[in-house]
């Protein structure tokens, strides 16, 4: 069983939702299915039907989650330093072509989020940059052509 490594705030994300899933959308979804029961023919009954998609989706979620929680590695990043990216760090970059400075975080898959600037550990760019140090250069191989990216700042935060 592979462990998934992971922030602290992201394996509390996973338990919340796993939370919300079971005590919330679970007794929801229950009560659906026993409304549509009760208007007659199950058969022909698209509400049973909905409600039983929806549980099983639930169901495969609250699984899904459980197993990413019993396999996580937490790893605590304000205890992490140094100037050499790793897992957790918070990397400034600067786009060597357009000047433009991007922030990322490099976490877990389970918790990554593009639109939040936290980049998947198992990311071209993440990969790329990892073990590299504050000015150093870096090129990666993106689905829209190769990029070219200096490191301007490593953070812990």
């Keep these: 069983m592979e462990k998934i490594p992971m922030t602290a705030a992201g394996y509390a994300a996973l338990e919340n939702e796993l939370k919300h899933c079971q005590q919330v959308e679970r007794p929801r979804i229950i009560q659906q299915i026993t409304d549509a029961r009760t208007h007659g023919d199950l058969s022909e009954n698209a509400e049973y039907h909905a409600a039983?998609?929806?549980?099983?989706?639930?169901?495969?979620?609250?699984?899904?989650?459980?197993?990413?929680?019993?396999?996580?590695?937490?790893?605590?990043?304000?205890?992490?330093?140094?100037?050499?990216?790793?897992?957790?760090?918070?990397?400034?970059?600067?786009?060597?072509?357009?000047?433009?400075?991007?922030?990322?975080?490099?976490?877990?898959?389970?918790?990554?989020?593009?639109?939040?600037?936290k980049i998947s550990i198992t990311s071209p760019l993440a990969r790329a940059l990892i073990g590299k140090a504050k000015g150093a250069s870096v090129e990666v191989n993106t689905p829209g052509g190769a990029k070219a990216y200096e490191v301007k700042k490593v953070e812990w935060r």
Excluded at 74 to 85: Q, Y
């Design 52 to 117: 039983k998609e929806a549980q099983s989706l639930n169901e495969g979620r609250i699984a899904e989650l459980e197993d990413k929680l019993a396999r996580a590695d937490v790893i605590d990043v304000s205890k992490l330093s140094g100037d050499t990216i790793t897992f957790g760090a918070t990397v400034t970059l600067i786009d060597e072509d357009t000047e433009q400075k991007k922030v990322w975080q490099i976490v877990g898959e389970p918790e990554a989020d593009a639109k939040a600037g």
